[in-house]
């Protein structure tokens, strides 16, 4: 079964173009069913029974049901994947129906907190002047944390103003930069000899996510914000901008999301502040 599990893996890199960190998920999850079975089976065939033994001892040892629908749907995958290449004759997992998921609402910040968050670092030292544009960036950008820390000089165009950004499965977009991050952004590389790495960190590598999540957390609370995640400017990014007018699309096209249905959670959030504006100023609400 292990080269048919390669072989799999091989497919979703290839012709999905999956990252390598959810192709990872994949290997670990479906190594991980065997491994269950290995004890509780003595052959290699596998039935319904088998997998849905394999999800109820999941819940049994406190899983989280993300982590469990996580394992079905890497598992389904792959039972479809030994159904269409001819290794089993029918689907174990065909007819199984994935448990509904409540979608949170992401942290969002207010535009005024924001402002307040990248304010903190002191810009007059390289330290603060480097952790200012970490910041800028992430609300001017929408980008994840992962791609920011892997960004490299020759993804920046600042006389147009833009940056290529390399998403999941390595799928590059263009992002535009305003104004104050752009200015940020020359001050920093005027004051930087830098190489490759927009950010360096140790051994001509870059700064890890670590150290962005603890600077987000240590300026959040210097700013006296309680409610924040690493991914918190990226939720502004997006709830900003569909709050002024965006069109969904755009942001869409902006965040990576090859889904617009990922991108509609947002829509969520500016329909909550417009009741609120409505239910605070109209003379009839109340």
């Not at 069913?33 to 003595?42: R, S, T, V």
């Not at 799928?171 to 830098?194: F, T, V």
């Not at 409610?227 to 502004?236: A, D, E, G, M, V």
Request: hydrophobic letters at 40%.
């Amino acid at each position: 079964m292990h080269q048919h599990i390669d072989s799999f893996l091989q497919q979703l890199m290839v012709i999905k173009g999956l990252s390598s960190k959810t192709i990872e998920s994949y290997a670990s999850d479906i190594k991980n069913f065997f491994k269950f079975l290995e004890g509780n089976k003595k052959d290699n065939n596998f039935t319904t029974e088998d997998f849905m033994s394999f999800f109820e001892h999941l819940q049994k040892e406190g899983r989280e049901i993300t982590t469990i629908v996580r394992n079905m749907i890497s598992l389904r995958q792959f039972t479809h994947f030994l159904t269409k290449e001819g290794i089993i004759e029918k689907d174990p997992l065909f007819n199984i129906t994935l448990p509904r998921l409540k979608r949170s609402l992401p942290d969002v910040l207010s535009e005024e907190e924001v402002e307040a968050l990248i304010n903190i670092p002191k810009t007059d030292t390289k330290k603060g002047l480097r952790d200012r544009v970490i910041l800028e960036l992430l609300y001017a950008t929408g980008m994840r944390v992962s791609e920011l820390i892997t960004l490299k000089l020759i993804q920046l165009n600042i006389q147009v103003g833009f940056v290529i950004v390399k998403g999941k499965g390595d799928k590059e977009r263009i992002i535009p930069l305003g104004e104050e991050a752009l200015y940020w952004l020359k001050k920093y590389l005027e004051n930087n000899d830098l190489r490759d790495f927009l950010f360096p960190g140790k051994k001509g590598k870059h700064i890890t996510r670590q150290y962005v999540w603890k600077l987000i957390k240590d300026c959040a609370i210097k700013a006296n914000i309680k409610s924040i995640s690493p991914h918190s400017l990226r939720h502004s990014f997006a709830t900003h901008l569909l709050l002024r007018g965006a069109d969904l699309h755009s942001v869409q096209l902006m965040l990576g999301h090859s889904d617009i249905s990922t991108t509609e959670i947002y829509t969520h959030l500016t329909k909550e502040h417009l009741k609120s504006v409505y239910y605070k100023f109209h003379p009839r609400a109340k």
